[in-house]
């Protein structure tokens, strides 16, 4: 059973959480209605929060939002990200080889984390998307993820709940799990405006030393560049290139699994 | 002057000017708001709603200078087309797709009335709920779009410029709403939380359409 302490520790995640979601300041009695617990109860919590910096009062109206030492947590998180770390470089390259923008991410529970993002090459502005997160079946980095788990992992993201983003996300967990086959025989997954409505997605999983899948990284783009139907083969080439190299730096033997796209291409012709 | 009275008499025509002056009217207006529309997208977006749908606009423009003898739905086709594609992101396909449908439901006729013009814009509304799945609230042209279209229906046997004026008000209306919202379709969902405080920039410019609207129908 829970103790006392871990129970505080609890009402402390959810009080950070409920600064996290939606309104950015709230008061003590906003936040004892919001996790449900009394005020007296919540203002002790803030108070020792406030002590370690990760949650700030606001000066003039006395209400609190998180505090700054969040951020360092949340960037301790991504130095740490060994995917994340180890794919600077090659995102970057991969950016720059196929025009367009590249991320990278990891499938946490039934989401998406964009743990890497480069930007489009074009001086372009665009939002950073790291810390975003997709639910699994609308993004090609979930799917190529997703579909090298054991079946009885897929099975449970196949079981669980698929909201639509788009009119042309697949809802449909037979059309997934066909879809999830597809990408497993092809060594990539795509996504067709399945997210965001004119953007598309192309990505390849990336694989650790034991054959395992420890996340994906993807090219996204307008899908009339994309051509997610029928993507061009110099981009699958660069994509599928790209991933097999980063998943040798994870300690994925060569030649296993991951080793690229398995149709008529030869990688070495292209470039 | 009062609704009862127009009532009796038979419905104002409208025809291929009407929806000439409107697609005009937008494409001023959309000039006009560019760089406003481009600094709302820049806090949640890509920076680029106003540079794309003046772009598309500007084709829009001079597809309406070019177009000789078009039927109203032909006129609407067309611009559902030209906005597909000249203007990209997801304002191209989901404004392409509202006009495209409010034109095949106009069909080939030369004129029609208030009633139709409003079922028109609400078969271009659920053009854009088809493809792109968005319900009232996820901060979208949906906020905008759906208040207007009900408020034409609300005053869909009156004066055309009455239930215009509604529904500029509505779209106007809902678009400032948005602002609060936290998005929960397009690519501005992604930032989460961070997208409260915001207002929406294409539920602003569905709501420049609706003003453009109205003042072609004046």
């Known amino acids: 059973m829970t103790g006392a302490s871990i129970q505080s520790v609890d009402r402390a995640a959810r009080i950070l959480k409920a600064l996290a979601a939606g309104s950015p300041r709230l008061g003590v009695s906003e936040l004892a209605e919001r996790v449900g617990l009394a005020k007296t109860t919540v203002h002790g919590l803030l108070r020792t929060l406030e002590r370690q910096d990760l949650v700030e009062q606001d000066a003039e109206t006395g209400k609190y939002r998180l505090g700054p030492e969040l951020l360092q947590l949340g960037n301790a998180f991504l130095d740490h990200h060994e995917l994340r770390s180890r794919s600077l470089v090659w995102a970057d390259t991969l950016a720059e080889r196929v025009g367009e923008a590249v991320r990278v991410g990891v499938l946490y529970g039934r989401s998406v984390l964009v743990v890497h993002h480069v930007f489009r090459p074009d001086d372009s502005v665009q939002i950073l998307e790291v810390g975003a997160t997709l639910p699994w079946h609308t993004s090609a980095l979930g799917k190529a993820h997703a579909a090298h788990l054991t079946p009885e992992r897929r099975r449970t993201l196949l079981s669980g709940p698929l909201p639509r983003l788009t009119g042309r996300t697949l809802v449909d967990p037979h059309a997934i799990a066909i879809a999830l086959e597809e990408v497993a025989q092809a060594g990539y997954a795509t996504e067709d405006e399945e997210a965001v409505i004119g953007e598309g997605e192309i990505a390849a999983a990336v694989f650790d030393h034991g054959g395992h899948p420890v996340g994906a990284i993807g090219v996204v783009g307008p899908v009339e560049r994309l051509q997610v139907a029928a993507p061009p083969e110099a981009l699958l080439v660069a994509l599928t290139d790209t991933a097999r190299r980063l998943s040798w730096e994870m300690g994925a033997r060569r030649g296993r699994r991951g080793a690229g796209i398995h149709r008529s291409v030869a990688p070495a012709a292209r470039r | ?218």
């Not at chain 2, 409107?22 to 708001?33: E, K, V």
């Not at chain 2, 053009?127 to 009232?136: F, M, R, S, T, V």
């Open chain 2, 1 to 218: 002057m009062a609704i009862g009275e127009s009532k009796r008499r038979s419905p104002a025509r409208l025809d291929a000017s009407f929806v000439a002056r409107w697609l005009r009217a937008s494409a001023a207006d959309i000039a006009r708001n560019r760089d406003h529309l481009t600094q709302l997208d820049a806090a949640i977006g890509d920076a680029d709603h106003g540079v794309n749908m003046d772009r598309g606009f500007a084709a829009v423009l001079s597809m309406v200078d070019s177009a000789d003898g078009l039927t109203p739905g032909e006129l609407l086709l067309q611009t559902g087309a030209t906005l597909i594609l000249r203007v990209g992101g997801a304002a191209g396909p989901l404004y392409g797709t509202a006009f495209r449908d409010a034109g095949m439901f106009l069909g080939d006729r030369s004129t029609f009335v208030l009633l139709d013009l409003v079922d028109a814009l609400d078969a271009g509304l659920r053009g854009i709920i088809k493809l792109g799945a968005a319900e009232e609230g996820d901060k979208t042209i949906v906020d905008a779009w759906t208040p207007a279209v009900r408020a034409l229906q609300r005053a869909r046997s009156g004066e055309p410029a009455r239930a215009t004026r509604a529904a500029r008000a509505a779209a106007e209306a809902g678009s400032v709403a948005t602002t609060p919202m936290e998005a929960k379709k397009g690519r501005a969902s992604y930032l989460g939380p961070r997208s409260v405080g915001h207002q929406d920039p294409g539920a602003v410019s569905t709501a420049l359409l609706f003003a453009a609207l109205d003042r072609a129908a004046r």
